[in-house]
């Protein structure tokens, strides 16, 4: 029951968080989030399930399987378990969200209990998304999800907050309605009587789908795949539905983006490896081409845009969508490397981008712009802050020993070796490219605004940062050399859980 334990006491936390006055609202919500870090990172070394969650014949750890009740003769469960694909994504999520609100001390100085209240909210549903194995269940925590982001973006953003929390909810939203049509369209024409991810997978990976509306089994399985790659392709977010994500970034507070950018991204990812790539393997692998293309346009395009932007948080949002890019490839190139590297980057790029943001954050705290025409010479006044987000960017560039460098490896010798994509050394070639044009954006940024001749626009006193601001972004660069110097703290579980979708080998 820990599982149910640590949703539990999240929602609590989160609601005596609300209540409580906004002078101490802060430390309380980071002194109630370091218990589901406890509660992680215990399971974490007591996990013990083999094989994948939803694949006959593998183990769930911590799990519960409850009857619900009964609707139009599908039973709905309370079903929750772990295997080594969500797991480590519970860890960050869990991690993550303790020093979001950590950096929040310093930003959030309005309404302080609700917006602490909304993060854990917000945790508590995202421990569910990763946790939950029946889809009707899964889907009311990964909606849950957009309520306490909508806003945190709406309410605490910047001058154009209210077009971008609109603008995150819209597409996020209409995208789950298509992601739910296609889905259903599958359930209803399988001989399940419940809504449990394992055995609606087991049927479609044993040829089970029946015709609907007068098309075949086949066509209703592509039909319902593209629907739903869809739908988890704009959580993702992948080109060319990706323009939500820098209006939110930019109009989000430091806090809210690192947990986007973090964790919410990976929502996308992590249903697109439980739903489309483990359930219709058959389908992904007749539209693989298609789908790294979409994967290396993202890689190449998402550098490009960051490449042409002036306003810092805005360069790191444009390259989460390059690096979600190689997410994708990973997937889509079927090998054990290649699936449990893009799952291994999952928590990579978030340990890093969090790091990006909040360092980009702390020193917007401090100088009140982000531009890069604004400010130089950083690294004199906020040495410890500069030094992080240098370690972080060269982190980002894939620099060894850096977990960044562990994951794509995975990816690029994945995807280089991969049988089931046609041209794959190509794929992976162009991918490879994406790496060139981030350490040009990234080097250029940081030489504009670390380096030389020390010059701010604004009319504030720059100075170096308090530690509550510093202490996040030290924990999080510590993060990315131990998963980057012992990538296997992560990467044996994954693959424990992702050779069974290759039908017992790479």
Not at 166 to 183: C, R, W
Request: charged residues 10%; aromatic residues 14%; negative net charge.
């Amino acid at each position: 029951m820990i599982l149910e334990t640590l949703i539990g006491f999240t929602f609590v936390a989160a609601l005596a968080v609300f209540l409580s006055p906004d002078e101490y609202a802060g430390q309380l919500a980071f002194g109630l989030s370091l218990l589901p870090v406890v509660g992680s990172l215990y399971m974490w070394s007591q996990f013990d399930a083999t094989g994948n969650a939803l694949v006959e014949g593998g183990s769930l750890a911590f799990a519960t399987q409850i009857d619900w009740l009964t609707v139009g003769g599908y039973t709905l469960q309370w079903f929750v378990g772990l295997d080594g694909i969500s797991l480590p994504l519970i860890v960050l999520s869990t991690v993550l969200t303790s020093l979001a609100i950590l950096s929040a001390w310093t930003p959030i100085d309005v309404r302080q209990s609700q917006f602490y209240g909304l993060m854990l909210f917000m945790e508590a549903n995202l421990i569910g998304v990763f946790s939950a194995l029946d889809f009707f269940v899964w889907f009311v925590f990964w909606e849950a999800v957009l309520v306490p982001m909508y806003f945190l973006i709406g309410v605490w953003g910047g001058p154009r907050r209210e077009y971008a929390a609109i603008k995150f909810f819209v597409y996020t939203n209409v995208a789950s309605l298509i992601m739910f049509i296609g889905f259903m369209a599958l359930v209803f024409n399988l001989p399940v009587d419940s809504f449990g991810l394992p055995a609606i997978a087991g049927a479609l990976r044993a040829g089970e789908l029946g015709g609907f509306l007068g098309l075949a089994p086949d066509a209703l399985a592509t039909v319902a795949f593209a629907a739903m790659f869809f739908g988890f392709a704009v959580k993702v977010p992948v080109v060319p539905v990706h323009t939500w994500l820098p209006d939110a970034h930019v109009e989000a507070p430091t806090p809210a983006s690192v947990m986007l950018a973090g964790v919410l991204l990976k929502m996308g990812t992590y249903a697109l490896l439980r739903f489309n790539f483990t359930m219709m393997p058959d389908v992904a692998q007749q539209l693989a081409v298609p789908i790294a293309a979409i994967a290396v346009l993202s890689v190449i395009y998402g550098a490009m845009l960051a490449l042409a932007q002036q306003d810092l948080k805005r360069i790191v949002a444009y390259s989460s969508v390059s690096s979600m890019g190689y997410v994708i490839l990973g997937l889509v190139a079927y090998t054990e490397f290649g699936i449990g590297g893009a799952t291994f980057q999952m928590v990579a790029h978030g340990l890093i981008s969090g790091l990006m943001f909040m360092a980009v954050g702390v020193i917007y705290n401090v100088t009140h712009t982000r531009m890069l025409g604004d400010m130089s010479g950083m690294a004199d006044r906020m040495p410890i802050t500069t030094g992080i987000l240098i370690a972080g960017a060269f982190g980002y560039m894939g620099l060894p020993l850096m977990a960044g460098f562990a994951a794509e490896f995975f990816i690029f010798q994945g995807s280089f070796t991969s049988t089931v994509l046609p041209a794959a050394p190509l794929f992976t070639a162009a991918a490879m490219f994406g790496i060139v044009i981030v350490a040009g954006y990234l080097l250029w940024a940081i030489q504009r605004t670390l380096f030389g001749e020390f010059s701010v626009e604004t009319d504030y006193e720059v100075t170096r940062a308090q530690f509550h601001d510093t202490a996040p972004l030290a924990v999080l660069l510590l993060c990315t050399i131990a998963l980057g110097v012992a990538p296997e703290v992560f990467f044996g579980m994954i693959t424990d859980a992702v050779v069974p979708l290759l039908g017992g080998g790479a």
